[in-house]
């Protein structure tokens, strides 16, 4: 099992940043795969961008070139960096680690876009 903590959320204009980082409880060093995933409002949820532990990276095709998720297994933490930001990208985001005993999810953090 292992818990997840989102921090990183916000406030910001467009074209602006924010690197959101998802804490875990243990070690992801031997997690599968992790994630970021968002809802928008009156919206299904959707992948935003995943990482192996081989370090192998994919986006949805809306974010691709604007957003980086990375991860850092010294520190069992994963980033998203998201750059360029636009009011489409507003959010709650959810990391997700995909393990051989089933997914887990944080409760997500709340991103805004606006002027």
């Known amino acids: 099992q292992v818990q997840l903590v989102e921090s990183g959320g916000g406030l910001v204009q467009p074209g602006g940043s924010l690197t959101l980082s998802c804490a875990a409880s243990r070690s992801i060093f031997n997690i599968d795969q992790m994630g970021w995933y968002r809802r928008a409002p009156g919206k299904e949820r959707e992948l935003v961008a995943t990482?192996?532990?081989?370090?192998?990276?994919n986006y949805v095709d809306s974010v691709k070139g604007r957003f980086t998720i990375t991860r850092d297994n010294a520190k069992d933490t994963v980033y998203l960096q998201m750059t360029s930001l636009k009011p489409e990208d507003s959010a709650v985001y959810y990391c997700?680690?995909?393990?051989?005993?089933?997914?887990?999810w944080g409760k997500g953090t709340l991103v805004t876009v606006s002027s």
């Open positions: 990482i192996t532990t081989g370090g192998t990276t």
């Open positions: 997700n680690a995909a393990t051989s005993y089933g997914d887990y």
